[in-house]
């Protein structure tokens, strides 16, 4: 049985950092598509970042402020966000695709992942 589990964020300034990290057991990171999504009451859940085939994906509202990686011997993900901005708050969530490969838009899509953590919330603000 697969499982995320989510550790990290909390409540930071504008221009902070935060970091994100989530454990996956009955699966492996480096065998697996992964993605870190974000949600805001009453909106869809948003695509922020992630991984397949060892190539990272990110949305254009965080790159070259959010970075993910792997850590292969303790099997996580995790999201380091820095330059933190208010419209950055939200519940954050890691999921990972059981399926098979897909075409690569697929995988900005929450509908393509099987598994998600149990969610984190991230609060920007001063």
């Known amino acids: 049985q697969v499982q995320l589990a989510q550790s990290g964020g909390g409540w930071v300034q504008p221009g902070g950092s935060l970091r994100l990290s989530c454990t996956v057991s009955g699966s492996t990171v480096s065998n697996s598509a992964m993605a870190w999504f974000r949600q805001v009451p009453g909106k869809e859940r948003e695509f922020v970042s992630g991984?397949?085939?060892?190539?990272?994906l990110s949305a254009s509202a965080v790159k070259g402020r959010f970075t993910l990686s792997r850590d292969k011997a303790k099997n996580t993900m995790d999201l380091q966000m820095n330059s933190l901005k208010p419209e950055d708050t939200a519940v954050y969530y890691c999921a990972l695709r059981a399926g098979p490969r897909t075409i690569i838009t697929a995988y900005y899509n929450a509908d393509s992942y099987d598994y998600w953590g149990q969610g984190t919330q991230v609060t920007v603000s001063s």
């Open positions: 991984i397949r085939d060892g190539n990272t």
